[in-house]
Every structure is written in structure tokens, then in C-alpha cells.
């Protein structure tokens, strides 16, 4: 294996194994062990949900509309996340060999501009771009990336950044700095409308070595972070309602093949009590609808099947429904949360 290979593959490993403590390399094992997984524009949802609903499986985006599925006109590539844009677009992520690139895209899944181009010849030019967020006003786009050490290339911990979604390719604005302790860094930035910011923190337990994630709010950039979330309740993905008032999250409680899925209220600064929806048993990344009514999150119907959708309705009542199943025979990408349009 040549130095190049090493390097690349030692990189490699190392962002699997920041997303596999959370989700990546748990969910794609249990992905794996599927015994019939189909294409969803040859599958039907289980029931129908009102407007538009995007999501990701085996590299490609879907939109599903009522019970059918389509498939999303994108290029050649290994497409691993979606998010909102502004006037209905998306922003999306096209996974290469030791670097991530980062695209506006039409609903259909045309490509309207490139908004990071983080591939280069040049290995330690390459970089990872994942959890792109637009801001409210949608003149900001906030993402997580990763600085290369060139004397510890494995270390791919993540920082948050953002910059004008007119111009992503100038100067960034550092949100947080994730200590380069290999520990994974900051991922999913949430930005809000009063120009503050949720993001979560990967950290290490000194005493233990496990690692955890809390959620984390600052006011500005390069600001102290203060913790919604405790170490023990290890929770990730938030996702904050229409309204400004609910914010769904992933919480493991520090179990390592179990994650539900939680909502408490928020004021603008503090959280309140977590209420728990779905005991897992592998829940993961929630997105709530146009209304703000109800939530959609992935979730496995068995430990050793793939990820499926599902949906929460009232999820931000006093009594919230029971979770039903939207899909099934997919194979759903469990790191890429669903984009929901009216």
C-alpha cells in the first residue's frame, strides 16, 4: 500500500468512527444485514403523508409524494445528505474518496450551483463538508468541517462554520473549535433566528474514554458554549420546530446499540424536561413538518433490519400519537435527516 493509500484510508477510518459512535457505523452495519431491501420508486409508503418529503438510501435522494417514491434527477455520485434551501430548494452532499462536496439543488435534483468544492489533487487540500444548514433569513450557510493536521492526518474532528449562502466560497466565520482531541468534534449546526446557534459536541469521558455528545448554544461566534444537554443523556441531531418553541433530539444514554427519540420545549435559551416519543430501537435523525404538528424520524422495525421512516403525530402535544411505520423494504440512509416540504 503506498504512503498516499495509508493516509487516505487511516483518514477514512477515523470519520467512520466519529459517526459510528453516534450512527454511522452502527446503523450501516445494521443496514447491511438487510435480507430484502428494495428501490424505492419501486415501493409503495405504508400511508400518505401531506406535501413533500426528500430522503437519501444507497447514494441516491427521493422525494415521496403521497405513498410514491421518485427518484431525484442528481449527477453521478454518492449523494449522503439533504437539507432545506431557500424557495424550496436543497442543499446536498456528494460523498468521494477522502473528501465531501457540497451543491444547491433544483427539488428535482439539478444542479444549480456549486456551493463547496472541497476535492483537490493535492491530499491534504481535501476536506469534509457534512451537515449543511441554511439560516433563517437564508443568508447564511452553516456546515461542519474538518481541519487536516498534517502531522496527525487521522484526525478529522469537526468544526463548525458558516458563510454568505451568495458567496459560501469566501473567508468563513469559525463558530467552535472541537479542541483537536480526536474526538470527533462539532457536527449539526442548527442556526436560529435571533442569529444564535445549536450544535452538537462530541467530547471524551477522561475517566472512561467513552465518548458522548451534547447539545450546545452560543450566542456568537467563537462564544463559550452553554450545554442544553448532559453527558449521561449523550444526545445528537436536534431538529427545532417551525414555531421556535419544540426541539427534537436523539438520546442513547450512553447505550451504544439503543437511541430514542425526545422533545422538550425551548425558550430561546433554555431547554426544558425531555419527553421521550420513540424507545428506539434505533431511532435517529427527526425532522418536523411544515406545521410543526407532528415528526418524522428513522427508526429500524428490528434490530437486524435496515432503516425505515416513520411519523409522530401531535409529537408536540400534552399527548402525542404512537409511532407508525411509513416505509418499508428500503434501506434509508440513517445519517441523512428527511427534508420536509408543504
Known sequence: MSSRQLLASLATVALMALFGYGVWAVLGTLQSRANH???????????????????????????????????????????????????????????????????????????????????????????????????????????????????????????????????????????????????????????????????????????????????????SPGAEPQFLTTPAQNCSEPALNPQGTEIAMICSNNQLQTSTLDVASWNGSTLGPLAELSTGPMAAMPTWSPNGQSLVFMNVPQRALPFQLYWVPKAGSAKPGAPQQVTQDLSLTATSAPVWYS
Open 37 to 219: 431491501v428494495v428501490d424505492p420508486v419501486q415501493s409503495q409508503a405504508l400511508l400518505a403523508l401531506p406535501g413533500t418529503i426528500y430522503l437519501a438510501q444507497g447514494g441516491s435522494l427521493y422525494s415521496l409524494q403521497g405513498l410514491h417514491f421518485t427518484r431525484l434527477s442528481t449527477p453521478p455520485g454518492d449523494w449522503v445528505q439533504v437539507a432545506p434551501a431557500t424557495g424550496g430548494d436543497l442543499l446536498a452532499v456528494d460523498k468521494g474518496n477522502g473528501y465531501s462536496n457540497l451543491y444547491l439543488l433544483s427539488p428535482g435534483g439539478q444542479v444549480i450551483r456549486t456551493l463547496l468544492q472541497e476535492s483537490s489533487p493535492k491530499y491534504f487540500d481535501n476536506h469534509f463538508v457534512y451537515y449543511p444548514r441554511v439560516s433563517p433569513n437564508g443568508q447564511s450557510l452553516f456546515y461542519a468541517w474538518n481541519w487536516i493536521d498534517p502531522y496527525a492526518n487521522y484526525n478529522v474532528d469537526f468544526e463548525i462554520l458558516s458563510a454568505p449562502l451568495s458567496n459560501p466560497g469566501s473567508g468563513p466565520t469559525v463558530w467552535s473549535l472541537s479542541n483537536l482531541y480526536y474526538q470527533g468534534g462539532d457536527v449539526e449546526p442548527l442556526p436560529l433566528a435571533n442569529g444564535s446557534l445549536i450544535y452538537v459536541k462530541y467530547a471524551t469521558d477522561t475517566s472512561t474514554g467513552a465518548v458522548y455528545s451534547q447539545l450546545a448554544y452560543v450566542t
